[in-house]
């Protein structure tokens, strides 16, 4: 059964980019843990003989003809946008590395 | 004249139509009511009169009519786009974003000549029981407003009780439309997954994500139901198949007879947790529908009990996805960009300052039963209890058409009551939830006041995927049979509390 | 960071290691449109002009899959002798990245859509080289980032960045290859030849544009050493985005010498990405294991299972064209070709050419000839591609036919070709317009001859007296006086007849 330590719900938030406080990390730490000791309980009857089940209903083979269609202009992609510059998004500057 | 927002919208439909009122008249009505009351309910985050009474207007001029409620104004749940309003999701990180597209839900409402009076406020991003985890204060409850209208969708469920509007869009994940329609004495349906275009619907869980008509009749949800369902190729997940005929399915109903209709009570919602008032009110119910001519028996759906917890593993596992794009990159909320902070930094603080306690838990939530290692014992398994749940609804469509349950073990709690304790909350959908894992349709509709707490109580009805006008044939059958009780909603006073 | 690595003499490498490789590519298709929404695939543009609700990743918008790329994807499969999956489905990739919209890659995961193939690759010398492919993917590509301020224009050392999410979504491809074991020595040449082989094959199917200088084809190049008595792989890593492929060969071949001196020297080759410096050809490191992401990987909600008919795969089946391998083979046999003039006539880019003028009659040594020599120098000094000039291959054929019925001279042919490159019109109305026939009536030759004989009577007394090859001078004033339309082989026997050396 789960036993979440601040260290974990630490690594959960950093995974998540939650710059969380330390009253939070206690917080969330109890709270994670009661939940998912609840749904630990799906485990009981999720057998190796039991196929899985992503979508509800059983659609395969949509699919798009490869044909342009309107977009957005430039002006409506960067209205929301909260810095633009030369047509494009400006974001502080970048520290990781390209995947 | 009558207050015109106490009519039906077929009513209503039917005077635009016949030049007895005009549109506009219909709209100004609910909109004046909305400046009275709303200070004290709270259902609504953004109002378009304008936009709203240019729609009308349209119609008014118009010479034939676009739709069946052309003219019939109605309230959007803040999670659908438009293109016109702001879109929050009831979220601080989207506070004044206005999307540069219409869903495809809205777009229909306008074509359907709809006007639309503003955005209703929702648990934000959907997470939620109680409306209280809008980042733009609770909504409450119009029968008494220290109580709760129910959650995600407590704006829209709680715009139709207060009158505010007529008809209202919701959205329904784990029970989003139905508990709020429950708690409020409304009626609320979860189409079939796929049934309604998910294009513009902003994202909790998109493999239970369904939005539906909210109404205080079966009849004025099903003439919503054809407006926005059918099939639509911006969605992949959307069926390409005839909608069910719902009107003609309502309208059966109202002829007040359910003689060879197989009703299931599924056995396992009932006993601890659950209200006596709300049990009570449940075997009425029954006992309602066998007069009615339906035959009754008992349904075993064991995997049922497995529904919220698996629930509580897919939902998360979803949004901690479908959250990630609220960045501070692109579009809303953006903090501590001043120079010191990286991309990075600015993300996670964004994310921090923007979101609320219940999406952090949630997306956390989810982060870890995805994370490597746990991926089997958490989201594997509850796809698993997904495949049980599924099997358990066909077995039970084998032998019954519709199945039926409370919609909620307990009346509207009090605000404030569960915010704290987030397994009391989860509570809530505990009936819901298996319609929205197996993806078929499923209803909310009044079945009378708790005789303990003269709260409303909402029955359950549930139909196999694609049989969604079974629900309304049941559903108005039994509301005619039982009889209204949204009258009984006690007047709103004053503009504030 | 920046310290200079060790490097291992290369032949000391292959003494102690084995290298192992493997190699992740992505191919961008060159569909109309993107990969889940209908916005333009093009490459460069104003920035953020071909972007929709989708490929914004704005909230609300929904994917929908291209049918194109999926045909696409299945073709690449099928040509690299891939089993195509009955079912499978698209995956979320989690991870957080400013350049791409949702915070996730909506890609394939446990479910590739092709899967267990090989490519054979010919090296420069003939040998054949089987790589395995482990899959063929679809995915789609991310936006591109501007870094601004700072010395380098580069990541590091910006003050911020902008963005520009025209490329985001565009459909990608990723062929990933099973490691590739037992080419010691020649490990950087396979990758080369790897890649190389690869493009052609996805030129031939006509699904990319393939222009690794655009970024259409990347690849990245995992390497790793076994020493010669190991029984597993060794560690290896993984250099991204290798934009050339002579840069393919180098950063091979320096991580096969980088690590061999880190192990050699009692040290451990770390997990990590490593970026190639294209300007003096190493490697630098990037993102180590310990700090990979979790991908979370779980399938994509908002699309649905794909589920190829055997129908469908059949019909495409049957769209390929000849493989580039089968291609070489078969035209090598057919034109009894060396190993050498083989490679030769691929590396002209022309083979399409040579073949088609083949096609339209002419023998295949004097197709290769014409277009391998005298119109690649034309080409050349045009400063365009071959295939760019102005001429057909039924144009080219046609002159090798007017040479070999001794119509034209090589010399002439040689005009005629220059006057339909000058858009003259068809190689006949050019020796008409420019009247290019060779002299062949025989008394207007002799008059030719006697009148240079008379102009030269001490030469003709030369070859008179027995100096025959003095008849070259007679020769050239002919053929000047005829404006080189005489056969000159005919002009000679003239002169010698006349001089009665004949
Ligand atoms: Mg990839
Ligand atoms: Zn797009």
């Known amino acids: 059964m789960p036993n979440i330590s601040r260290a974990e719900v630490a690594h959960l938030a950093k995974l998540a980019r939650l710059a969380v406080t330390d009253d939070e990390l206690d917080v969330f730490a109890g709270q994670l843990d009661q939940i998912l000791d609840a749904v630990a309980k799906v485990g009981e009857v999720a057998g190796d003989d039991i196929p899985p089940t992503s979508h509800a209903v059983p659609l395969t083979n949509v699919f798009r003809e490869d044909v342009v269609r309107p977009g957005l202009t430039q002006q409506q992609a960067l209205a929301g946008a909260p810095a633009a510059e030369e047509g494009r998004f400006r974001v502080p500057r970048i520290l990781g590395e390209e995947q | 004249m009558t207050d015109l927002t106490r009519f039906t919208a077929a009513e209503l439909a039917e005077k635009i139509r016949g030049r007895e009122v005009s549109a506009v008249e219909v709209t100004q009505a609910h909109l004046n009511r909305i400046a009275e009351v709303d200070g004290a309910v709270n259902a609504f985050l953004h109002l378009d009169a304008e936009g709203a009474l240019a729609a009308a207007r349209a119609v008014d001029e118009a010479a034939e009519p676009a739709s069946a409620l052309a003219g019939v104004p109605l309230a959007l749940k803040d999670v659908l786009t438009t293109r016109d309003m702001p879109t929050t999701c009831g979220s601080k990180t989207l506070e004044g974003w206005v999307p540069p597209y219409d869903a495809t839900v809205t777009r229909k409402l306008r074509e359907a000549g709809m006007p639309i009076l503003g955005k209703t406020n929702m648990d934000e991003f959907a997470m939620g029981s109680s409306t209280e985890n809008s980042a733009f204060g609770p909504t409450r409850n119009p029968w008494d407003p220290t109580r709760i209208p129910g959650g995600s969708g407590g704006g829209s469920a709680a715009s139709l009780a207060a009158f505010e509007a007529p008809l209202a869009i919701g959205t329904d994940t784990g029970g989003s439309i139905r508990q709020p329609g429950a708690v409020t004495g409304t009626v609320g349906v979860k189409p079939t997954y796929g049934g309604v275009s998910r294009y513009g619907l902003v994202a909790f869980s998109s493999s239970l994500d369904q939005a539906g008509p909210c109404a205080r009749t079966v009849l004025d949800a099903a003439l919503l139901h054809e407006v926005i369902a059918g099939h639509d190729p911006l969605d992949s997940t959307s069926i390409d198949a005839p909608v069910p005929p719902v009107v003609a399915a309502a309208r059966e109903g109202l002829r007040g007879d359910l003689t060879g209709v197989k009703v299931g009570v599924v056995t396992e919602f009932a006993g601890d947790g659950y209200q006596a008032g709300v049990q009570r009110s449940f075997e009425a119910a029954v006992a309602q529908l066998r007069a009615l001519g339906a035959e009754v028996v008992e349904v075993s759906c064991p995997n049922f009990t497995y529904a919220l917890p698996a629930y509580y593993l897919i939902a998360p596992s979803e949004c901690s996805s479908n959250l990630a794009r609220f960045d501070a990159m692109r579009y809303g909320l953006r903090v501590a960009d001043d120079g010191r902070h990286s991309a990075e930094e600015v993300m996670s603080l964004t994310r921090e300052a923007g979101f609320g306690a219940e999406v952090k838990r949630r997306v956390m939530l989810g982060t870890y039963a995805l994370s490597s290692g746990y991926y089997d014992a958490y989201y594997g398994s509850a796809q698993k209890v997904r495949t049980l749940i599924k099997r358990d609804f066909d077995d039970a469509f084998e032998r019954v058409d519709v199945l039926v349950s409370p919609t909620t073990p307990t009346t509207a709690f009090k605000i404030g009551e569960r915010v704290d304790d987030p397994l009391a909350m989860y509570l809530a959908d505990l009936c819901t939830i298996p319609a929205n894992l197996a993806g078929n349709a499923a209803m909310s509709v009044p079945s009378g006041l708790s005789d303990e707490d003269g709260l409303p109580v909402g029955l359950q009805i549930m139909a196999p995927a694609l049989a969604d006008d079974r629900l309304y044939r049941v559903g108005a059958a039994y509301e005619v049979a039982r009889g209204s009780i949204i009258d009984r909603v006690p007047e709103l006073k004053g503009a504030t509390l | ?502």
């Open chain 3, 1 to 502: 960071m920046t310290a200079v690595a060790d490097l291992m003499d290369y032949d000391e490498v292959l003494e102690r290691f084995d290298p192992v490789l493997g190699l992740e590519v992505h191919v961008e298709l060159n569909t109309n449109t993107k990969m889940f929404c209908g916005c333009a695939n093009l490459f460069g543009g104003e920035p953020n002009t071909h972007v929709c609700p989708t490929c914004l990743g704005l909230p609300g918008s929904l994917p929908v899959v291209n049918g194109k790329a999926v045909e696409s994807a299945i073709r690449i499969g099928l040509a690299l002798n891939c089993e195509i999956a009955p079912w499978c489905r698209f995956a979320r990739k989690n991870y957080f990245y400013p350049d791409m919209p949702k915070n996730f890659q909506t890609s394939q995961y446990d479910e590739p859509i092709a899967f267990n193939g090989y490519l054979d690759v010919t090296l420069d010398d003939g040998e054949v080289v089987r790589v395995e492919i482990e899959r063929a993917h679809m995915e789609e590509d991310t936006g591109k980032s501007l870094h601004v301020g700072g010395a380098t224009g580069r990541i590091h050392g910006a003050e911020h960045s902008l963005l520009d999410y025209n490329r985001a979504g565009v459909p990608l491809i990723e062929i990933v290859t099973k490691p590739i074991t037992g080419t010691g020595a020649r490990a950087p040449e396979v990758a080369r030849a790897y890649v190389s082989a690869l493009r052609d094959l996805l030129l031939a199917l006509g699904v990319s544009d393939v222009r690794m200088d655009q970024g259409s084809l990347r690849c990245d190049a995992n390497v790793s050493l076994m020493t010669k008595d190991a029984t597993e792989f060794g560690t290896r890593t993984e250099t991204k985005n290798v934009n050339s492929l002579r840069s393919v060969e180098r950063a091979v071949r320096y991580e096969m010498t980088r690590q061999a001196a880190v192990l050699a020297d009692g040290g451990k080759v770390t997990q990590e990405t490593r970026h190639f410096q294209e300007a003096d050809g190493t490697t630098s490191p990037g993102r180590t294991k310990e700090t990979a992401e979790d991908y979370r990987y779980f399938p994509e909600p908002d699309l649905v299972p794909i589920a190829p008919p055997a129908e469908w795969v059949g019909q495409l089946r049957g769209t390929l064209p000849e493989m580039p391998a089968a291609r070489r083979q078969r035209i090598q046999t057919e034109w009894g070709l060396t190993a050498e003039e083989l490679r030769d006539l691929f590396n002209s880019g022309a083979v399409d050419r040579v073949e088609a003028t083949v096609a339209a009659g002419a023998k295949p040594g004097d197709a290769r000839g014409w277009w391998i020599n005298f119109l690649a120098q034309e080409a050349n000094s045009r400063e365009v591609e071959l295939t760019a000039l102005p001429i057909t291959p039924g144009q080219v054929a046609r002159v090798i036919e007017l040479v070999s019925t001794g119509e034209l001279t090589n010399k002439l042919a040689r005009e005629v070709v220059k006057g339909v490159l000058a858009g003259e019109g068809e190689p006949d109305e050019v020796v008409e317009k420019r009247g290019l026939k060779v002299v062949s009536d025989d008394s207007a030759l002799l008059a030719a001859v006697d009148e240079a004989l008379a102009a030269q009577p001490d030469i003709a007394d030369k070859i008179r007296g027995g100096k025959v090859q003095a008849a070259g001078a007679i020769v050239g004033s002919v053929m000047k006086a005829t404006k080189g339309q005489a056969d000159a082989k005919r002009v000679r026997e003239l002169i010698l007849e006349r001089v009665g050396q004949g």
